[in-house]
């Protein structure tokens, strides 16, 4: 994982509390570790950014501005991370930023002012992965409850049980590329 400039974080059920078509701010609970995870990923200089679906702003259930002010709560929980970014679209219609197309992490780099191939994408199910890989970055899987079986056996190998641990193997993999020069 050398050259790794970026850490990519799933919202829902990665970060924060799944709550299906959240649209209340009063309703954002961080998950345990996240906080810590962001920290620890800006206090060794990675840029950090969110990438999510939320396809229930296409769907009609809540609207863009819900989302903006749900994403507000959630940045001020965890510190401030350095870009969001979302999909408001159904999953029928098609777009190329819809997970687990790369448009997200190619928009997130983007603003970032780095390459994908310089961004891992930390999330909690295939779609997160498949989505990294599609852009040229790397995927970790971290499972929750909710992550399919299946999906958890298929990335096992780029899994972490939590997201402090998976943000320090990529700090500690980049670490040994670089001879510890990334700080």
Known sequence: MSGVRAVLFDRDGTLVADVPYNGDPDRVRLLPGAARAVRLAREHGLATGVVSN??????????????????ERADRLLGGLDTWVFCPHAPEAGCDCRK?????IRTAAGRLGVDPADCVVIGDIAA???????????????????????EVARYLDRSAPDLPTAVRAILRHTELQDGGRSR
């Open 100 to 104: 687990p197309r790369p448009g997200l």
């Open 54 to 71: 939320q396809s229930g702003v296409g769907r009609g259930l809540l609207t863009t501005e819900q989302v903006r002010r749900v994403n």
């Open 128 to 150: 997160d992965v498949l989505a990294a890989e599609a852009a040229g970055a790397r995927g970790v899987l971290v499972p929750n409850p909710a992550t399919a079986p299946d």
